[in-house]
């Protein structure tokens, strides 16, 4: 048996924990104001790493530049966007990892083939 995308209870659990993190990280950041050298937005661009080199390129090709002082709701939607691609990028990860464990530990778990002469 063929182990379904959509039911990996470890991709789940990695998507749920990095969203958690990523809001609470995120909300930190933008809800200090730094000192003599102002990084704000590097944080956000770490977190959500692989929807910036995907999505964000394509957002800043289309002129919608983020202004991490005051994102607005259009920041804020931006921001939550990114944190969705990239769970779903942190639950293909835990799919993965679930699926080789799968197959390492547990090769014929689920299966129901006739015995071979």
Known sequence: MVMKIHRSWLGYALGAAYVVAAVYFINDELRHVGGWINLRGLGVALITLPSQLTFGLLFEGLGLRMNYSDPGVSGYAQIAFHILVTAAVVYLIGYG??????RLFAPDAGESRPPRP
Not at 97 to 102: D, M, N, S, V
């Open 97 to 102: 990892i679930e699926r080789l464990a799968r």
